[in-house]
């Protein structure tokens, strides 16, 4: 069973950047597609961006795209998730999940059947 430990979020102000990691333990890292999700006390989960299982494939929701980067590593066992021009509506708890669908072709929303604990990334002045 993969397990998930994300790391990074932290208080930033609106314009920086920030790089979120998923560090990836106990299971074939390349057998999944991989997605961050974002959630906001008292919110659904909101995704925000996904990865196909060699990287070839990346899909981001429209608030994110342009300002935002997914990214793996698979002989790390580890996804990435770069942040620029940040925003406080950026403000979240940023979750990393595991797909087992590992053909995903983008232009939907992944299924993770593994989450992480989650990083808190606040932006604000």
């Known amino acids: 069973q993969i397990q998930l430990r994300e790391s990074g979020g932290k208080l930033v102000q609106p314009g920086d950047s920030l790089t979120l990691s998923c560090a990836t333990s106990?299971?074939?890292?390349?057998?999944?597609?991989m997605a961050w999700y974002r959630q906001v006390a008292g919110k659904e989960r909101e995704f925000v961006a996904a990865?196909?299982?060699?990287?070839?494939?990346?899909f981001y929701a429209d608030s994110v795209k342009g300002r935002f980067t997914i990214s793996r590593v698979n002989a790390k066992n580890t996804m990435y998730l770069q942040m620029n021009s940040l925003k406080p509506e950026d403000t979240a708890d940023y979750y990393c999940?595991?797909?087992?669908?590992?053909?995903?072709?983008?232009?939907?929303?992944?299924?993770?059947?593994?989450w992480g604990q989650g990083t808190q990334v606040t932006v604000s002045s």
């Open positions: 990865i196909s299982w060699n990287g070839g494939i990346t």
């Open positions: 106990g299971g074939l890292f390349s057998a999944y597609a």
């Open positions: 999940g595991a797909d087992p669908n590992k053909y995903y072709s983008g232009g939907t929303y992944p299924k993770p059947s593994t």
